[in-house]
């Protein structure tokens, strides 16, 4: 089994994804001695903006290619790879703004790749991924939760189960920390997403 563990908050050591990345990921191990982990710190180290270079490599013959659209194309080639090896995601998505922190999103404009990852049929486009799972921990500083006020300005997890069941990862789980910026609320927020994911362990074990 394959794990492949991403962060994109910026917030380092006071991270409530981060955190709650590591738990699962810990509690998984425990779990499960033998699970290789694959990590990718997409805050450490962002990948670079999409760029001319990239979009005509992709209608180009490999022989005819230039160096830029080479080494535009090879940017995203251990990001696929670590992807395409995986099993299962674990991917820490704050909210950012109402949607994911642009250093997710440059990672998604990497590996969403027509003939790689999804293809073109005559019935529409189709995701090539298939028989993965995903956890997305999302957190956030308000409530955006079903049923609440703001619901539909959440373009964070909608996005990225919208983003991740078009290239075929469509067995997603949200483990929520919701709220973590209102007064009182950041321990009983985090508190909740860590018994979620010891259920979710104990589930799967
Ligand atoms: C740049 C930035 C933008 C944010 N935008 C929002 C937002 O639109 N809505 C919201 O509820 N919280 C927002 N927050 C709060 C974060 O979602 C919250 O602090 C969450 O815990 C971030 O995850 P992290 O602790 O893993 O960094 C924002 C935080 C930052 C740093």
Redesign the pocket.
Known sequence: MKLLHIDS???GG?????QLTQAIVTQWRQAEPALEVSYRDLAADAPAHLSAAVLSAGGTPPQERSAEQHAELARGEPLLAELLAADVLVI?A?????SIPSQLKAWLDRVMVAGRTFKYTENGPVGLVNGKQAIIVS????V?AAGSPAQLMDHQESYLKTALGFIGITDITVVRAEG??MKGKRAQAIGAAQAQIRRLLRAAA
């Open positions: 908050s910026i917030s006071n991270s409530v994804s981060r820490g704050p909210m950012y703004n109402f957190t956030r500083g308000s955006y973590v910026s």
